[in-house]
């Protein structure tokens, strides 16, 4: 039986509770191959890549990021990419894993 105010797992068998491991907040990251088409900023559904063409670092920016708060895993943006560069991140190929990282930094400056 889980305690929805606590997120515990309460063993009445064995009178302990298990708290079980927080999920990721990482849905989707978009890896160093984008090329800033741009395509995949309409088909997000909680305006969770940046930046957008008329914000600032635009210019700046080598390539889009996902904030890891803001999307909800819908995996929308995924067939638009024309690079194929956003995975989820769980998928990551080998000689990307630091994108992750790289994408949450983005948001965190
Ligand atoms: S997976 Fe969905 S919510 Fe997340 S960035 Fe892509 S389109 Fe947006």
Redesign the pocket.
Known sequence: MINMRTGLCISFRFHRPVRFAKESLM??VIVDTCKKDNLCVD????E??RPLKDEAGWEAATQLY?NPEE???????VAECPTNSIFPAEELPADKQDAAEKNAAYFNK
């Open positions: 849905a989707h088909s997000c559904p909680s969770a890549i996902i999307c909800m895993d819908c995996g929308g943006c």
